[in-house]
């Protein structure tokens, strides 16, 4: 077996390290930083067993690491190879076993690993207002702020700004082509945001997974230094499913549309409200922007209905059946496709998104119950672990997504 790719990575909320819940108001600050810029669980690492590529790091005691996640190395030898970054292949109460090629025949001890973080880096922090620096696929850099909620009785969210330019002594995004809701201000409170769900509260503000994992539903994310996925279920069996994203974009030619696609919603419902909220593909609740342009994910179609027309962020079913003919393969596949972006205003096509996620072909009978995502499924020609998520609705409109755990970005 040769090395396993270590670019996109996975966390789970439940994480040893993590271990929070999306109502975890007080604790979404430490925990997207560990994420995006610091990792975590620091362990170390008492001996090593080499035999040809297969590394075993061998711990003092229960490690709490998890296969599919990417372990950094921060000294040594093994910190000289691939960043540091290796694919955890499996695991025992305490040993992580990695296939690393090029390893030392003998490896000592005595040295630290962690979760590898996505890699971008932390410009700005200041109580609930972060700003991150991160990559675009033409390796320039793009700036994220990201607002967490400050007021601990609301539902929480994110709200976010991406722009090419950004202050780190003020904190705020300076750039005037960045969509500008939350370039500024403090706190997460105008229409577009990426939500979490749930009823407005201050009861889960320091929640563990376990203790809100019957509310909220399981949570994972998935992403690398171009791009980021969250997603999960927040218990409602309608219309639960989230999918917020910052994903690569690939635009017909104009420098203004030289940004990431950012996915999350608008809510109709007030930020004190009990009520869980519409799903976030029925009507105009899903909402997606390139830089401060609104967009959507489906060619114009004239003779829908209004209230079809508005459903922007793709209109299921996506296929008749939910399986390729047996003619052409044996196998019950499901194909995904890549995700055109339409402007909103003039309904024209500007671009694709370029990786990090596809919607998936499924009918409108017999796809997955939408409480069981996101789940993991497989893509049988690359190997890869793929995250099938969604977009509930409460009629029904489920859209699926599949979030591969693998490269975007090929040098």
């Known amino acids: 077996m040769a090395m396993k790719q ?11 390290g993590l271990d929070f819940s999306p109502g975890s108001k007080n604790i979404f600050p430490d925990r997207f930083k560990k994420m995006l810029a610091l990792g975590y669980n620091v362990q170390t690492v008492t001996s090593v067993s080499v035999a040809g590529n297969q590394v075993t790091f061998i711990y003092g005691g229960a490690h709490g690491y998890m296969p599919g996640r990417v372990l950094k190395v921060d000294s040594g030898a093994l910190s000289l190879i691939n960043g540091g970054e290796f694919w955890i292949d ?18 000592s001890g005595g040295f630290a690993t962690r ?6 880096s932390l410009v700005y922090e200041q109580a609930n207002i ?14 994220i702020r990201i607002v967490f909620q400050d007021v601990l009785t609301q539902r929480n969210r994110l709200g976010v700004c991406i722009g090419k330019t950004a202050d780190p002594v003020s904190g705020v995004i300076t750039d005037s082509n960045a969509l500008q809701s939350y370039a500024t ?13 749930g009823t407005a509260s201050n009861t889960a503000n320091n929640y563990t997974h376990s203790q809100g994992v019957a509310t909220y539903g399981k949570w994972v994310v998935v992403g690398s230094k171009y791009h980021v996925v969250l997603s999960g279920n927040i218990g409602q069996a309608n219309f639960g ?12 030619g104009y420098e203004k549309l030289n940004y990431p696609v950012i996915v999350g919603e608008v809510s109709t419902q007030a930020l004190t409200g009990s009520n869980f909220g519409d799903g976030q593909n029925e009507g105009e609740r899903g909402y997606a922007y390139v830089a401060k342009y609104r967009v959507c994910m489906r060619e114009y ?11 922007l962020l793709g209109i299921p079913p996506q296929s008749k059946t939910n399986y390729l003919p047996a003619e052409i393969d044996g196998f019950n596949t499901t194909t995904a496709k890549p995700v055109a972006i339409y402007d909103y205003e003039s309904w024209q096509f500007i671009g694709m998104i370029s990786g990090g996620a596809y919607q998936v072909n499924y009918s409108d009978t ?10 993991i499924t497989g893509d049988i020609d690359l190997n890869s672990i793929v995250y099938l998520c969604g977009m509930a609705s409460t009629s029904g409109n489920n859209v699926y997504w599949a979030v591969p755990v693998e490269e975007v970005r090929i040098a």
Not at 115 to 120: D, H, N, T
Not at 135 to 143: A, C, P, V
């Open 241 to 252: 499913n989230r999918f917020n994203a910052v994903l690569p974009f690939a635009s017909v």
């Open 6 to 16: 270590t670019q996109t990575k996975i966390f789970d909320f439940a994480d040893t």
């Open 301 to 311: 179609i004239k003779t829908l209905t209004t209230g079809v027309l508005d459903q």
């Open 185 to 197: 201000i403090t706190s997460p409170n105008q229409p577009f945001a990426m939500e979490f769900g």
């Open 115 to 120: 979760i590898a973080s996505l890699g971008w």
């Open 366 to 375: 017999g796809n997955p119950d939408k409480t069981t995502l996101p789940l």
């Open 90 to 107: 499996s695991v025992t109460t305490n040993t992580v076993t990695m296939m690393i090629d090029a390893a030392p025949l003998s490896i």
């Open 130 to 143: 972060h700003i991150y620096k991160f990559k675009q696929l033409d390796e320039s850099d793009i700036f």
